[in-house]
């Protein structure tokens, strides 16, 4: 059973945040491009350690649906046609609580491959 359950979930497409709140009332705004690069996918995450793929060009993603998966995880539907990996309550406020470190992390890797990342274009 999850520990942290959502008590309310909205997704800004303008904005592109999905905005979590949580029974212990943290609230997230979660960047549709932080969820699509941190999507816990096999395609994004690789098959075992060190497989992962770097995401790259995720600026302008949105969230097209937000699919219910039992009492336990969403499925987000992204613009770009990614739809899979199921993103756990647990998942999403491990990312809402983890999200400077995890966002600076991303920025390195980027960095890091050669890749710079564009401004996103207004929503």
Same mark, same amino acid.
């Given at each position: 059973?999850?520990?942290?359950?959502?008590?309310?979930?909205?997704?800004?497409?303008? !904005?592109?945040?999905? @905005?979590?709140?949580?029974?212990? %009332?943290?609230?997230?705004?979660? /960047?549709?491009?932080?969820?699509?690069?941190?999507? /816990? !996918?096999? @395609?994004?995450?690789?098959?075992?350690?060190?497989?992962?793929?770097?995401?790259?060009?995720? @600026?302008?993603?949105?969230?097209?649906?937000? @699919? /219910?998966?039992?009492?336990?995880?969403?499925?987000?539907?992204?613009?770009? %046609? $990614?739809?899979?990996?199921?993103?756990?309550?647990?998942?999403?406020?491990?990312?809402?609580? $983890?999200?400077?470190?995890?966002?600076?992390?991303?920025?390195?890797?980027?960095?890091?491959?050669?890749?710079?990342?564009?401004? /996103?274009? %207004?929503?």
């Amino acid at each position: 059973m999850a520990q942290h359950l959502p008590t309310d979930i909205e997704l800004h497409q303008v !904005s592109r945040v999905l @905005e979590v709140v949580f029974d212990d %009332g943290l609230c997230f705004r979660l /960047p549709c491009e932080y969820l699509r690069v941190y999507s /816990p !996918s096999a @395609e994004v995450r690789g098959h075992g350690p060190g497989q992962g793929v770097l995401q790259t060009g995720k @600026e302008n993603v949105n969230i097209r649906a937000i @699919e /219910p998966v039992g009492n336990y995880a969403v499925k987000l539907v992204f613009d770009d %046609g $990614h739809d899979t990996g199921l993103y756990t309550w647990d998942y999403l406020y491990q990312l809402g609580r $983890h999200q400077d470190r995890n966002w600076r992390e991303y920025l390195a890797a980027l960095a890091a491959a050669g890749h710079t990342r564009n401004a /996103p274009t %207004g929503g």
